[in-house]
């Protein structure tokens, strides 16, 4: 049996991601209406606006306030998947990149109130150093409006660049 790395983990878990995506969109597509979903896309889209200009403000109750403040909240990262708002390290930790630069920004509706986000990321955490990657989040509808309920991130395999 072929050993299963982290890199091979990762590439099978973006496929599994992608297609359970796709398949909640061709099933959830024809029981939403257009309004819906154009309604659900906008506030979605102004949502994830919000989530990154906090990070590029470095404002964290801003940051925060666009979560799902609940156990619903689910964190996946290439080292864990996390469940829940209390105990986030997100609540306590001060750390944000020095420079986010969003690409291919796309939102999809998946079902009434539902709505996969996606894009693509070159950061800086630190001078020096640049990270590429993925990063996509899920928007539910709550009374406070469009709030993400799941968040995931991966740098990609090899840093796009590093500085000596």
């Not at 469940?83 to 998946?110: Q, S």
């Not at 539910?140 to 840093?159: F, K, Q, Y």
Request: aromatic share 8%; with cysteine.
């Amino acid at each position: 049996m072929p050993r299963v790395t982290g890199w091979t983990t990762f590439r099978i878990s973006r496929v599994i991601g992608a297609t359970i995506a796709a398949a909640l969109c061709a099933s959830a597509a024809s029981a939403q209406s257009p309004n819906t979903a154009a309604r659900d896309s906008t506030d979605a889209l102004a949502t994830f606006r919000e989530n990154l200009d906090a990070i590029h403000k470095r404002d964290k109750a801003r940051y925060l306030a666009t979560y799902v403040h609940t156990e619903r909240l689910v964190r996946h990262s290439p080292n864990a998947l996390e469940t829940g708002y209390a105990g986030w390290p997100a609540i306590t930790d001060n750390a944000w990149p020095d420079t986010l630069i969003v690409r291919e920004m796309r939102v999809v509706p998946l079902a009434p109130g539902v709505v996969y986000g996606y894009y693509r990321y070159v950061g800086v955490p630190t001078p020096g150093d640049t990270l590429t990657g993925v990063s996509t989040r899920v928007f539910v509808r709550t009374p406070e409006g469009m709030r993400i309920t799941v968040t995931a991130s991966w740098n990609d395999a090899v840093p796009a660049r590093r500085r000596e």
